[in-house]
Nanobody, 126 residues
């Protein structure tokens, strides 16, 4: 059974930082064979791409609205993908989801991701 479990969300003030983590288990081909992505969904909005990292960790991809503020990384030895979020803004408030893509590239397309976590809430006050 595949499980992606996010953690690290919370309530912070604008300008502060948070680090999200996602631990994966049960992936058919092993964690290191999957690209990993982070997506978010704000109230009343569709889920959108935030960041992705290739299976090796060498290639990354970011949405324009987080470039320079967020950093995605992975530790294949710990089956973990992280999202370091700096200089948070109120508009970053959303539920953040991690996802696994067996294609190994850092794709932005939600349909490419086969497995999803339950999400962790990030709230940023002004």
């Amino acid at each position: 059974q595949v499980q992606l479990v996010e953690s690290g969300g919370g309530l912070v003030q604008a300008g502060e930082s948070l680090r999200l983590s996602c631990v994966a288990s049960g992936l058919t081909y092993g964690f290191s064979s999957y690209a990993m992505g982070w997506f978010r969904q704000a109230p009343g909005k569709e889920r959108e791409f935030v960041a992705a990292v290739s299976w090796t960790g060498v290639s990354t991809n970011y949405a324009d609205f987080v470039k320079g503020r967020f950093t995605i990384s992975r530790d294949n030895a710990k089956n973990t993908v992280s999202l370091e979020m700096n200089r948070l803004k109120p508009e970053d408030t959303a539920v953040y989801y991690c996802a696994a893509d067996p294609d190994q590239s850092s794709t932005t397309r939600q349909s490419d991701y086969d497995y999803w976590g339950q999400g962790t809430q990030v709230s940023v006050s002004s």
